[in-house]
């Protein structure tokens, strides 16, 4: 069972706006939910992360947001750049020390 | 960038053969990671290392082995490779299994099994 869900496969977004990916996971004990970005051909790099103890985390252009009642995380960028554009995951951890991965968010940004 | 080297980067294989990637660590990281990426799956946890010698099963380990004879090295082995595990593997390492640390991943190594 999916853990974690990330329920839009791709996003378009043109440079300058606002990028809102988002990801829904199913357990209330998850304590700690990350951010990571994937270019072709390479390894996910980590972006960004957030407690469970807060619902915001904020660097530079990127800032995640967590609703822990309707157990949903997004992340804004903003402003856009074509340089964004990539896959980004979101993951997810349990106290068992797990981490959990969505499937991920093909970013498209155009310039 | 961490430094974390997968080999072979591609490597195209019969069913039934086995096959053994490896991965190889400058950090100095006490805790390794195999993790297989296919569509509609996300990454998804094999086996995991907390020490020399020390290993655990993750999420999807059926049909695979691991070993970790050295700090810097951890082996994934597919004893008698099945189509079902052509994927992308990606290594990862970490230097505690505290929540707030993030993995370091390597580039990848891309399985094709005929």
């Known amino acids: 069972d999916q853990q974690v869900k990330q329920n839009s496969p791709s996003l378009s977004v043109q440079e300058g706006r606002i990028s809102i990916l988002n990801c829904d996971y199913t357990n209330s004990m998850f304590d700690y939910f990350l951010w990571y970005k994937k270019y072709p051909a390479e390894g996910p790099t980590f972006l960004i992360s957030i407690s469970s103890i807060k619902d915001k985390n904020e660097d530079g252009r990127f800032t995640v947001f967590l609703n822990k009642s309707a157990k949903h995380l997004s992340l804004h960028i903003v402003p856009s750049q074509p340089g964004d554009s990539a896959v980004y995951f979101c993951?997810?951890?349990?106290?068992?020390?797990?981490?959990?991965f969505g499937t991920g968010t093909s970013l498209t940004v155009i310039p | 960038d961490a430094g974390i080297t997968q080999s072979p980067r591609h490597k195209v294989t019969e069913t039934g053969t086995p096959v053994t990637l490896r991965c190889h660590q400058t950090?100095?990281?006490?805790?390794m990671y195999w993790y297989r990426q296919d569509p509609g799956h996300g990454l998804r946890l094999i086996h995991y290392s907390y020490g020399v010698k020390d290993t655990d099963k993750g999420e999807v380990s059926d049909g695979y082995s691991v070993s970790r004879s050295k700090t810097e090295d951890f082996l994934l082995t597919l004893e008698s490779a099945t189509s079902s595990q052509t994927s992308v593997y990606f290594c990862a390492i970490s230097s505690t299994r505290n929540s707030n640390q993030p993995q370091h991943f390597g580039d990848g190594t891309r399985l094709s099994i005929l």
């Open positions: 993951a997810v951890h349990n106290t068992g020390n797990q981490f959990y």
């Open positions: 950090e100095n990281h006490r805790y």
